[in-house]
């Protein structure tokens, strides 16, 4: 069960299943993918199985010891890690789901759900899937070889911030809220879409210093040198220099861009009619002078220190952030004095592709930057300059995401004299948390644990031996569950069929079916493209490996790769022993797939075997 205690499932389907005594003596999971832990007045705190002692400890080992002392015959095993990637080479590996014989999803996000269900259909196992949102919740089974996956269909983007006016949300907050959203998307920009498109820039044009440097001499126009410009002038070389940036930071936000608000619009202009500018729901700003000895201002500057320290690799321990060593450095910070920006800082709209385009100048100085470094011996001609993004997440209290946006925000408020927030509320707008219902949860365990029963019955049919007897008359056996109770509405459906397609050749494949290859450290390539057209009786025309091209006839130099060793252009893992590979087939005429002729074949990876 990944995701123990995410939302209640946790409490709401262990509780079931140990008065079922389901499977009680076969070894059941549960793992805390997040590594969550029971918070004070949270969602979890009011769960089934947690109690106010358990506050501050791991919600997985919690419940299962909850679970234990309730049925002592049942054999549970909590795991306080997450799964993903990073686990899947250990514990969390194929093996591991292969041994499992159903997996139940408890979990509160939609990439860590699709990741699941990726292991699930990559393994063959049946997954129960469940969630709520308030007062809506739903029940998906996805069963082997029979069903769609979780990942087959999509849920519309949604994203907090396109219910505030642009303009409300940069200039006019009126609401708490819109301080929260503000921060939010200050730290997406300054910490993940930045030093991302730093590291593109670089790519694109580089990747080494010199090769950019040649770029930039030999183009009149390139997207994104300004962005590249502006990071690179304000990288800083020690801590010293972060703390002096994240100071620079405190000034722009909270005092200059107060006191260019009111240049442009101050505190008695008057439009036309002779009406106030700033009536409700405006509020005039108000410019934030930097205190050192300020709690909320030092809060500011100790989580900007640590993430900017984290993107520009720069060390930062906890000495540095030790507020005695904070005010000692920030007095000695240069701090630029305001410069009214007239006309150019009239309220736009939301900002487009076409401004962030370059300008010569800029252009100029960045040439300039990079053949002093190298002049300098800062950098070589062949060293790469990298930003290291930050992905958002709001359950890691060491990462300083929350400390930022908590801190952004609350001084925004003060700008702007609007009620400040709690850490706890600040986190649960920012992380898109939905207080949690007991009767949803209790609803959509309770329809969840019976399909489980469904599930439990056909596992003699989910395998290869045994799929033949997965019939349209098994699938009517399932009910997908949609619901929202404040209506109340509740919907049935039979899960949908996966999708079969028809591939050249006469070929015909669900997502369920694999292909693998075993190859051995000797396997040239040629030895693959032939042992493909043994097993599947079609022809390889090109193979990827993520983007990386492994093998594309029409370039340079790629047929003399058929005789070599395959795995001199594959990157190995170490401590997994095959490759998921993109593979293209040749076709003609005469092989035409569900597409028609000319259109495009989405063929199966292949699981290549190295070892």
């Not at 002096?244 to 101050?266: C, D, G, I, V, W």
């Not at 999708?499 to 040629?526: C, E, H, K, Y």
């Not at 006839?553 to 790629?558: A, E, I, K, L």
Request: charged share 20%; aromatic share 10%; glycine share 6%.
């Amino acid at each position: 069960m990944p995701g123990g205690g995410a939302m209640g499932h946790f409490c709401s389907i262990t509780r079931k299943l140990r008065l079922k005594q389901a499977r009680s003596s076969a070894p059941w999971h549960s793992a805390d993918v997040n590594r969550f832990q029971i918070e004070f007045n949270s969602n979890l705190n009011r769960q089934f199985l947690f109690r106010p002692e358990h506050i501050t400890k791991s919600k997985s080992e919690v419940g299962a010891d909850r679970i234990r002392h309730i049925n002592p015959d049942i054999n549970i095993k909590p795991y306080m890690m997450r799964v993903s990637p990073a686990t899947q080479k250990a514990p969390f590996t194929d093996e591991f789901f292969r041994k499992q014989d159903i997996v139940i999803n408890a979990l509160d996000n939609v990439e860590a759900r699709k990741y699941v269900d990726q292991r699930c259909v990559t393994t063959c196992k049946p997954l129960l899937d469940s969630g709520t949102l308030s007062t809506k919740g739903h029940v998906q089974v996805v069963v082997p070889y029979l069903t769609e996956s979780y990942g087959s269909q999509r849920d519309p983007v949604e994203n907090a911030s396109d219910s505030i006016p642009f303009c409300t949300l940069k200039q006019f907050p009126a609401l708490m809220e819109h301080c929260i959203e503000w921060a939010r998307e200050k730290f997406q920009s300054s910490f993940s879409q930045k030093p991302d498109s730093f590291n593109n820039f670089w790519q694109l044009n580089g990747p080494s210093a010199g090769q950019l440097l040649q770029t930039l001499q030999g183009r009149n126009h390139m997207d994104g040198i300004p962005l590249v410009h502006k990071l690179i002038s304000a990288w800083p070389k020690n801590f010293t220099e972060v703390v002096f940036l994240a100071r620079s930071k405190f000034e722009k936000y909270f005092n200059h861009k107060a006191q260019q608000l009111l240049t442009m619009f101050p505190e008695d202009h008057m439009l036309e009619g002779g009406v106030k500018f700033w009536t409700s729901p405006k509020r005039a700003p108000t410019a934030l002078i930097f205190d050192r000895d300020n709690k909320l201002h030092l809060a500011f500057l100790r989580a900007a220190c640590h993430l900017y320290g984290n993107i520009y690799g720069i060390p930062v321990t906890k000495a540095d952030l030790a507020e005695e060593n904070l005010r000692n450095l920030v007095l000695t910070a240069p701090v630029a004095p305001f410069m009214s920006k007239g006309e150019e800082a009239v309220i736009k709209e939301a900002p487009t592709a076409a401004a962030v385009s370059h300008t010569g100048n800029e252009a100029k100085q960045l040439v300039h930057y990079l053949q002093s470094s190298m002049a300098r011996g800062d950098c070589a001609t062949g060293d790469t300059m990298t930003m290291h993004p930050e992905s958002f997440e709001k359950d890691d209290d060491s990462n300083a995401h929350i400390d930022y946006i908590y801190a952004a925000a609350n001084l925004r408020a003060a700008m702007y004299k609007i009620d400040q927030a709690s850490r706890l509320h600040v986190k649960r707008i920012a992380g898109r948390i939905v207080p949690a219902i007991a009767t949803t949860t209790a609803c959509v365990t309770g329809l969840a644990c019976l399909e489980l029963v469904k599930l439990a019955q056909d596992l003699d049919k989910m395998t290869l031996d045994g799929k033949h007897l997965l019939t349209e008359r098994v699938l009517g056996r399932y009910k997908n569950t949609f619901l929202n109770l404040a209506l109340p509405v509740i919907y049935f459906s039979e899960p949908g069929a996966a999708a079969r397609t028809n591939l050249p050749g006469g070929i015909s494949v669900t997502l369920w079916d694999q292909w693998t290859i075993t190859g051995n450290p000797a396997f040239t390539m040629q030895n693959f493209i032939d042992a493909v057209k043994a097993k599947y009786n079609v022809t390889v025309s090109s193979i990827l490996l993520g983007s990386k091209m492994v093998y594309m006839p029409f370039m340079p130099g790629h047929g003399k790769r058929l005789g070599q060793t395959f795995s001199t252009y594959l990157d190995l893992p170490d401590s997994e022993d095959y490759l998921d590979l993109s593979v293209d087939m040749e076709t003609d005429s005469n092989m035409d797939g569900d597409g028609g002729d000319g259109d495009m074949v989405l063929w199966p990876p292949i699981r290549y075997y190295f070892r």
